[in-house]
């Protein structure tokens, strides 16, 4: 089993940063894809960002190019979620996960099988 712990969420103002941390309990991950989720009330939970722990370019969801980077530290088994220019529209509980998506399936939350507890991210002035 596979221990996943998100932290970093909060109340910020729209156009504030935040950066989301997931921390993983195994000690390698290389042939997995790791990946931030997010869950509004009321809504289904919707792909973010995600990248294969071993190498590859990042895959992000077209709301946030440009202002959200996914990366990782290898040595702490952590991923990253550097949120820039936040909008209310951001507002959900984030979610990390962890797969073995192929490249067609990155962005499905059905190709992950291990999620952290998430955690919230408020947006609002």
């Known amino acids: 089993q596979v221990l996943l712990v998100e932290s970093g969420g909060g109340l910020v103002q729209p156009g504030d940063s935040l950066r989301l941390s997931c921390t993983a309990s195994?000690?390698?991950?290389?042939?997995?894809?790791l990946a931030w989720f997010r869950q509004a009330p009321g809504k289904e939970r919707e792909f973010v960002a995600a990248?294969?722990?071993?190498?590859?370019?990042?895959y992000y969801a077209d709301s946030v190019k440009g202002r959200f980077t996914i990366s990782k530290d290898r040595a702490k088994n952590t991923l990253h979620l550097q949120m820039n220019s936040l909008k209310p529209e951001d507002t959900a509980v984030y979610f990390c996960?962890?797969?073995?998506?192929?490249?067609?399936?990155?962005?499905?939350?059905?190709?992950?099988?291990?999620w952290g507890q998430g955690t919230q991210v408020t947006v609002s002035s």
């Open positions: 195994e000690r390698s991950f290389d042939g997995y894809g």
């Open positions: 990248l294969r722990w071993s190498a590859g370019t990042p």
């Open positions: 996960g962890l797969g073995r998506p192929i490249t067609s399936t990155i962005r499905n939350p059905e190709s992950y099988y291990y």
